[in-house]
């Protein structure tokens, strides 16, 4: 698949004129592209579509719309489009109370060893009171220890 580049994307006033309908037809898309994986957790398998929707909703929620702003989603979003040769998943921890939600993303309890939460220039998002938590990356490794990767550790420790 190729990365999206900013003439992909539709400008925050023909966003808001389409949102409803293309919101609908990704949210159908991702239904067979999730994995439950117990009771807290959800993985999410990226293509262009969804990582197109992920920059779409983060340009209108953070009226983003000037090139260089445009230029640092791309950056941050694409790496998550597989390349034809992987698979590339967001992590979805879901904890509906708060308290829960704090010890289970701040301890990472439920992953576990062997998952690392590699950023690679991605910021914090996701961890606020009225959501679920997302790690925007996640790769998956044997054992324990760093990840292979370098510059990251498991889960809930960063």
Request: aromatic letters at 8%.
């Amino acid at each position: 698949m190729s990365n999206l580049t900013a003439e992909d994307l539709y400008s925050l006033e023909e966003y808001a004129k389409i949102r409803g309908d293309f919101r609908a037809k990704v949210m159908a898309h991702k239904q067979d592209r999730k994995i439950h994986i117990g009771d807290n957790a959800t993985l999410y398998f990226e293509d262009r579509l969804t990582m197109q929707y992920q920059i779409q909703e983060m340009l209108r929620i953070e009226r983003i719309f000037e090139p260089e702003g445009i230029a640092d989603e791309l950056a941050a979003y694409n790496p998550l489009i597989p390349d034809g040769s992987n698979w590339k998943a967001t992590l979805m921890v879901e904890y509906p109370d708060m308290e829960e939600r704090g010890q289970g993303v701040d301890t990472g309890r439920g992953p576990g060893e062997g998952l690392c939460n590699c950023r690679r220039g991605f910021g914090a998002r996701g961890r606020n009171q009225d959501f679920v938590g997302s790690f925007p990356t996640l790769r998956a490794y044997a054992g324990n220890g760093p990840c292979p990767e370098g510059g990251c550790g498991p889960v809930g420790r960063h």
